[in-house]
């Protein structure tokens, strides 16, 4: 059993940045992708971005350009960079990872989730 742990979340204004982190029991790193989606009461879980087991990456159209996601295999460990936060990025930051060197954006595609850190930016 894979298991996540996020960590960063808070409350940040509008135009703030904020990172998030998150650890994995993943083996092998290398053969695991890895993607952070958001959810909003009463909305499905949209995915954020994605990196894959070579370090692409890949950016929901709403974030591109603000948001960066990057990993240490070192560490096991995948990051979120956002900048320029606005409240429409208010909501409930998961991790999740599959096994599978292609990353996709499709929540069903991954099996292993963390239990997911709050963010909230206020305007």
């Known amino acids: 059993q894979v298991q996540l742990v996020e960590s960063g979340g808070g409350s940040v204004q509008a135009g703030g940045s904020l990172s998030l982190s998150c650890v994995t029991s993943?083996?092998?790193?290398?053969?695991?992708?890895l993607a952070w989606f958001r959810q909003v009461p009463g909305q499905e879980r949209e995915g954020v971005a994605g990196?894959?087991?070579?370090?692409?990456?890949v950016y929901a159209d709403s974030v591109k350009g603000r948001f960066t996601i990057s990993k240490d295999n070192a560490k096991n460990t995948l990051y979120l960079r956002m900048n320029s936060l606005n409240s429409e990025d208010t909501a409930m930051y998961y991790c999740?990872?599959?096994?599978?060197?292609?990353?996709?954006?499709?929540?069903?595609?991954?099996?292993?989730w963390g239990q997911g850190t709050q963010v909230t930016v206020s305007s």
């Open positions: 993943m083996y092998p790193y290398s053969r695991h992708s």
């Open positions: 999740a990872a599959r096994y599978g060197v292609i990353a996709t954006m499709n929540r069903r595609d991954y099996s292993n």
């Open positions: 990196i894959d087991a070579y370090g692409d990456t």
